[in-house]
C-alpha cells in the first residue's frame, strides 16, 4: 500500500486499524523530513516545555529568536516525534512500512518515492491518498499561491499517484476527501473544489478499472482529534 501524509493524525489511526486487521507492507509518503533530535530535548514532552529549553538555548549562545522561528521549530519537533511514534505504531502490528519524505504535488519526487517502495516491497496494489493542506481564507483574500497550495496537493497529488502506479496491479484506490466537496465551507474554496475533484476521479476510476477494484472517496466530517 503506497499512502500520501500518512504518517501523523487522523490517517495514521486509520492505518493502525487497518493493519490490526490485515498486517501490510506499506510505503507512507509525508512531507515531514526526519531528523535526529537533540538529546537535550528529549525529557521535554509539551509546547510550552520545548518553547522554554530551547529560547533559554537561544539566549545562552547570545542569539536572537522570533516567537514565529520558536513556534515553527517547537512545531518541526513535535511533527517528527508523531510521526516517529505512529511508525512504530503501526509496525506493532506485525506490518511492515517505510517512510519516504516526499513533495506529493510534484510529479518526479512521487515517481521516486513509489520506486523505492517496489524496489523494497515488491508491485504496488493499493493507494491511499490522504495528504491535505489548508489556507483558510474568504475567496477576495486568497493568493494564488494559497489556492494552489490547497488544491495541488489534492489534485496533483492523485494525479502524480495514479500516474506513478499506471503500470501496478492496483486493486484498491481510497481517497480522504470532506463534508466540505459537497456543502462547502467558509474561507475553503479551493479544499472543497480538490475534494470535490477527489470523489469524481474515484468514480471514473472505477468506471474505467471495472469489476474487482474498489474505489472510495471518504467525505469526512470535524474530528476531535485535530481535524
Known sequence: ?????????????CLYELLQRTPAKLAILGR????????????????????????????GAGQQVTPM???KEVSGILNMRE??????KLESTGSKDLYIPTD?????????SVEQAREA???????VHAAGFLADKEIQKKTDEQFQSVF????AGLKNLLSATELDPLTHMICFSSVAARVGNNGQVDYAMANEVLNRVCQEEKFRRGAGFIAKSIGWGPWAGGM
Open 1 to 13: 500500500i503506497v499512502v500520501s501524509g500518512g504518517a501523523r493524525g487522523v490517517t495514521a489511526a
Open 32 to 59: 515531514t523530513a526526519l531528523q535526529d533530535e537533540a538529546a537535550d530535548l528529549a525529557a521535554f514532552t509539551t509546547d510550552a516545555e520545548l518553547k522554554k529549553a530551547l529560547l533559554a538555548r537561544y539566549q
Open 69 to 71: 522561528e520558536l513556534n
Open 83 to 88: 510521526v516517529r511514534n505512529n511508525l512504530a
Open 104 to 112: 506529493i504535488s510534484d510529479e518526479n519526487s512521487v515517481a521516486d
Open 121 to 127: 516491497f515488491g508491485p504496488i496494489t493499493a493507494i
Open 152 to 155: 495541488s496537493t489534492k489534485v
